[in-house]
C-alpha cells in the first residue's frame, strides 16, 4: 500500500512539473503536428516545373513542332533556346536548368526523308531518381509526337532519342544522400550540442561563476562554442573521407572551397543554438526546439531527400528560411557538378547574412538573458 502511494504521488508530482513548464508541454504537442504536416506535404514522388533548355542550331517546322510539344505540357518549363551547346555546361551547373532537348542541324529534313532524326536528351542526374523520371517524361514527349508523325507524314519518319545523365551517370543514391548528410550531422553537432551545453550552464548555476570572471558575454560564448566549431569541421572531414572511401561520392570541385563553406554553416548552426538555449528556460526544452526547429526541417526542406521543386509553394517559400537548403546546394554543387564560387556566390550570401543575422540575435537575447 505505501509503494503504491509513493508511486502515485511520484507520478502526480512529475505530472504538475510538466503542467507547470508550459513551454515544454507547448513543444512537445505541437512536435507530433508539425511532423505530420510536414510528412504529409513533403514526401511527394511527383515531379513539378522541369526547367527545360532547347538547343537548336537550325530551327525548323520540326524542331519548332516538337519544341511547342514540350512547352504545350505542364511539367516543362523552357527557360533557354540555343544554337550551340557550348553554354550547357553553364547552365547545368548553375541550376538554371534540369533538362536539355539537342537537336542536329537538318532534322526536318531527315524526317521527310524516311531517315531517323536523332535528338538527345539531357538530364541532370544529381538526385537520381528524380532525373530518371525527367528522363522518362521527356523520352515519352518525343515519342508522342513521333506518333503523331506517322499518321500524318512520312511512313517511315522516326525519330531517334539519345539519353545521357549529367554528374550522375550511374545514378548511385549515395551521391545524392551523402553530400545532404554533411549538413544533417553538423545541425545536430553544432545546434543541439551548443543548445545543451549553454542551457546546462543556467540551469546548474555555473553560469553565474562565469559571470563573476574578466570575461565578457561574448568572449563566454565563443569560449564555449569554439570546441563545437572545431568539432563540426573535424565531422565534415570525416564524412567526405567516409563518403570517397566508401561510397565513392566524387569530389569534382575544390576541398579548400567546400571546408571554407563547411565552416560557415557550421557557424550558422552554432548561432542557431545559442539563439535557442538563450531563449528556452531548460535542457529539454531546448533539445525539444532543436529537435523540431533544425533537425525536422534539415531533412524535410532542404532539398536532403525530397526535390524542393516538389514540394507545395508554402513550403517551397519556408525552405528559403532553411539554412541547410543553401548548403546542400553548395555541397552538391561542388561535389557533383565541380561549380567554384562563380556559380555558388549567391547560395553562400545568403548563408552568410543568415549566420550575421542569427549570431546578432543570439548575442543580443544571450546579454539580455545574462542581464
Known amino acids: 500500500m505505501r509503494k503504491r502511494a509513493a508511486l502515485a504521488g511520484l507520478v502526480w ?38 526547367r527545360l533548355a532547347i538547343v537548336d542550331p537550325v530551327p525548323d517546322h520540326a524542331t519548332h513542332a516538337l519544341r511547342d510539344r514540350f512547352g504545350a505540357t505542364e511539367l516543362f518549363r523552357i527557360v533557354a533556346v540555343r544554337r550551340s551547346s557550348a553554354d550547357l555546361d553553364g547552365l547545368f551547373a548553375s541550376g538554371r536548368i534540369h533538362q536539355a532537348v539537342v537537336f ?24 537520381p531518381n528524380t532525373g530518371t523520371a525527367m528522363q522518362a517524361y521527356a523520352t515519352a514527349v518525343i515519342r ?6 506517322r499518321g500524318s507524314g512520312p511512313a517511315g519518319a522516326a525519330v531517334t532519342a539519345s539519353v545521357r545523365m549529367r554528374f550522375n551517370p550511374t545514378r548511385e543514391s549515395a551521391n545524392l544522400f551523402v553530400p545532404g548528410l554533411i549538413a544533417y550531422v553538423i545541425t545536430i553537432i553544432s ?24 570575461l565578457r558575454p561574448r568572449e563566454i560564448i565563443a569560449g564555449k562554442v569554439a570546441p563545437y566549431l572545431l568539432i563540426g569541421m573535424a565531422t565534415v572531414i570525416l564524412v567526405l573521407a567516409e563518403a570517397r ?5 566524387p569530389l569534382r570541385g575544390s576541398a579548400a572551397l567546400l571546408l571554407a563553406e563547411g565552416l560557415l554553416f557550421t557557424g550558422t548552426s552554432l548561432a542557431l543554438g545559442i ?6 528556460p531548460s535542457q529539454r526544452v531546448a533539445m525539444t526546439a532543436v529537435l523540431a526547429g533544425t533537425m525536422l526541417p534539415t531533412v524535410m526542406l532542404s532539398g536532403f531527400i ?48 543568415m549566420t550575421a543575422a542569427l549570431l546578432a540575435a543570439s548575442m543580443r537575447s544571450f546579454r539580455t538573458r545574462l542581464e
Request: no cysteine.
Open 191 to 214: 545546434a543541439l550540442m551548443t543548445a545543451i551545453s549553454l542551457s546546462r550552464e543556467k540551469e546548474t548555476g555555473t553560469m553565474e561563476v562565469l559571470l563573476v570572471s574578466p
Open 104 to 127: 542536329q542541324p537538318g532534322f526536318a529534313e531527315r524526317l521527310a526523308h524516311d531517315g531517323p532524326a536523332p535528338v538527345q536528351v539531357i538530364t541532370d542526374a544529381a538526385e
Open 275 to 280: 539563439l535557442i538555449s538563450a531563449r528556452t
Open 144 to 149: 508522342e509526337y513521333e506518333s503523331g508523325l
Open 306 to 353: 525530397f526535390p524542393i521543386e516538389s514540394l507545395p509553394a508554402p513550403l517551397r517559400l519556408l525552405s528559403v528560411v532553411i539554412p541547410a537548403r543553401w548548403f546542400v546546394e553548395i555541397a552538391r554543387g561542388i561535389m557533383l557538378k565541380g561549380t567554384g564560387l562563380a556559380e555558388l556566390w549567391q547560395e553562400t550570401v545568403v548563408l552568410a547574412a
Open 13 to 50: 508530482k512529475e505530472t504538475r512539473h510538466i503542467l507547470r513548464d508550459r513551454k515544454t508541454l507547448a513543444v512537445i504537442l505541437l512536435m507530433p503536428l508539425l511532423q505530420v504536416i510536414l510528412f504529409g506535404y513533403a514526401i511527394r514522388t511527383d515531379i513539378d516545373d522541369v
Open 245 to 249: 572511401l566508401i561510397f565513392g561520392v
